[in-house]
């Protein structure tokens, strides 16, 4: 792998994701399930038969005017669409695609009869629309027994101010919707986590306990498509122990998406009193999109091809770029078929800039092809953006602090004008969390301040005996890399964190892997704002002030 490519694996931006698995539809575009397992050339149940189908028409709401961002514009997005069923009691997924007159169809398997299904609408562009309201109490979820018709589903213009439900000319009865899957409602009558895809204060589970089910905390979005699927108003990514995402046990792959937006001093200044077309412009070109599957240990498939789904898919994938590896300007990823590439490792990978800004909700899927001519497909949701980096508003010893202005005359913390420090005592660093898409910070995240040792033969931490260099152990610091937790921090009055890094770290000489003593001249800083899925990071230049 290049070392640009590297660098871009190396720190994770900002986005937290979900995830489930969905073999390929049928060519004749029957249903199968998301959940895992094989293409079934349509037969939903992996070899059983369909005990229900599930069918309907979307249409565009004629009654009020499409706003201008309408996601849904016209009859002609309705083929992008995907209708999918989720299984309250097994958590099963199925889908059917959306026809260009606008009717699907969902073939459910036998081992569903009983049970109860919940119905959500996903965009062109891959975002979940809501889900089909069944009942003016806000029950989502359908008992269906044999042909169940929706009737004609009328897509509003703007989903979050009014709920999209089952069609008046649908042949559903009472006895056939389930009222334990009642969401909660706004007062347009809209399930409270349509607006936010399941996150933020409209969303959060006040009052009751989780319940079991597809939408544990009843703000109509099935677990899948839900930010923060307990209503606790912590992000699922940001929960302690828990994973980004999961696939089935007996999955043969491992599919990991990720982004990177890792920021140098010099390029920082945007951040600081760039205009919101400036920041935008940033975040769009040095974002990096990671995308890999890896063959799992005990795969019983080999890996013919991996690609990503231009559909539906969010709009800018068209002209999303791939990182380049040498000089001259980056290629469109579409220009490949949006194709991964194969590492000598055996991993399929794509590193690729979106050339836009990007928002919660965004959605990509990427198909597995194996050798035996099954397929897979993956699809993640992006929970959360970073919409700044993390900004270094302070800098000194305990009780000495000077402010840093990144357009200041000194400090600047570039290569040529280091930010001076005293090497007696603690670095303090004050900074301001990066923000999400809503503009509020980000508190739940941890940090790694990564400390490179430099000296005029160039970077040396990947020469360093840790062990002989650093003798006496220092809480929380492992090769080169400082931690700190997000439990462990507190935000300021002002927004800001504030954390003294041991003046023992900075040492003024190493002890090399061959023996040899080198000089450091200066350290290179890397404040890393992660989590499991993502990172946000700025890298400034330091060294210690000279003695009088």
């Known amino acids: 792998m290049s070392s640009s490519r590297m660098n871009a694996c190396f720190a994770i931006v900002a986005l937290c994701l979900l995830a489930f698995t969905i073999p390929s539809c049928s060519p004749s575009g029957e249903a199968t399930p998301l959940s895992g397992g094989d293409d079934n050339g349509g037969d939903p149940g992996g070899g059983s038969q369909a005990a229900t189908v599930i069918r309907g028409r979307l249409a565009v709401s004629p009654a009020r005017p499409a706003p201008p961002a309408a996601r849904v514009a016209d009859a002609a997005d309705l083929a992008d669409c995907v209708v999918v069923a989720v299984s309250d009691q097994t958590g099963a997924v199925y889908r059917g695609a959306v026809s260009e007159d606008g009717t699907f169809q969902i073939n459910v398997p036998e081992s569903e009869e009983g049970n109860t299904l919940i119905q959500t609408i996903v965009g062109p562009d891959g975002k979940p629309l809501g889900p089909i309201v069944m009942s003016d109490d806000g029950a989502t979820g359908l008992k269906p027994e044999g042909e169940t018709d929706l009737g004609t589903i009328l897509l509003p213009g703007d989903p979050a101010a009014e709920p999209i439900t089952v069609g008046t000319d649908s042949a559903i009865g009472g006895s056939d919707v389930d009222p334990a899957t009642r969401a909660r409602l706004d007062e347009n009558g809209v399930p409270v986590g349509v607006k936010s895809f399941g996150k933020g204060p409209d969303s959060l589970l006040s009052e009751g306990d989780v319940a079991d089910g597809a939408d544990r905390d009843k703000d109509g979005l099935v677990d899948l498509f839900d930010a923060d699927d307990d209503g606790n108003g912590v992000v699922n990514d940001f929960e302690p122990g828990r994973g980004t995402w999961t696939v089935p046990a007996t999955a043969d792959v491992r599919p990991n998406f990720f982004m990177n937006l890792k920021i140098p001093v010099e390029d920082a200044a945007v951040f ?61 990823w579409s220009a490949t078929g949006y194709a991964f590439t194969l590492e000598g490792d055996g991993r399929y990978d794509a590193f690729v800039t ?40 302070q800098f000194g010893s305990p009780g000495a602090l000077e402010n840093y202005d990144p357009a200041g005359t000194s400090n600047k913390g570039t290569p040529s004008d280091p930010i001076l420090f ?93 023996g040899e003593t080198a000089p450091v001249t200066s350290y290179k800083i890397d404040i890393a704002a992660q989590c499991p899925s993502g990172n946000a990071a700025i890298m400034a230049e330091f060294r210690k002030k000279q003695e009088p």
């Open 272 to 332: 600081y009193t760039g205009t919101d077309e400036q920041k935008d412009t940033a975040l769009a070109t040095k974002t990096v999109i990671t995308f890999e599957v890896v063959p799992e240990p005990s795969a019983t498939r080999t890996i013919a091809s991996v690609r990503m789904l231009d559909t539906p898919a969010p709009a800018y994938l068209s002209t999303a770029t791939v990182l380049a590896s040498g000089p001259g300007p980056a290629p469109l």
């Open 422 to 514: 005293d090497g007696t005592q603690d670095l303090v660093l004050v900074w301001k969390p990066p923000t999400d898409e809503t503009g509020a910070p980000l508190t739940k995240l941890d940090y790694r301040f990564e400390v490179f040792f430099q000296n005029s033969s160039g970077q040396l931490n990947g020469n360093i005996d840790y062990a002989t260099t650093w003798i006496a152990p220092i809480s929380n610091f492992d090769r080169g890399t400082y931690a700190v937790s997000a439990s462990d921090l507190v935000l300021n009055g002002d927004g800001t964190y504030t954390v003294a890094i041991p003046k023992d770290i900075f040492v003024d000489s190493v002890t090399l892997v061959n």
């Open 354 to 393: 979106p050339q836009a800004v990007m928002d919660c909700g965004d959605s990509f899927t990427v198909e597995v092809t194996y050798t035996d001519g099954t397929s897979e497909q993956f699809t993640r949701m992006i929970a959360y953006v970073f919409k700044s980096i993390p900004e270094i508003k």
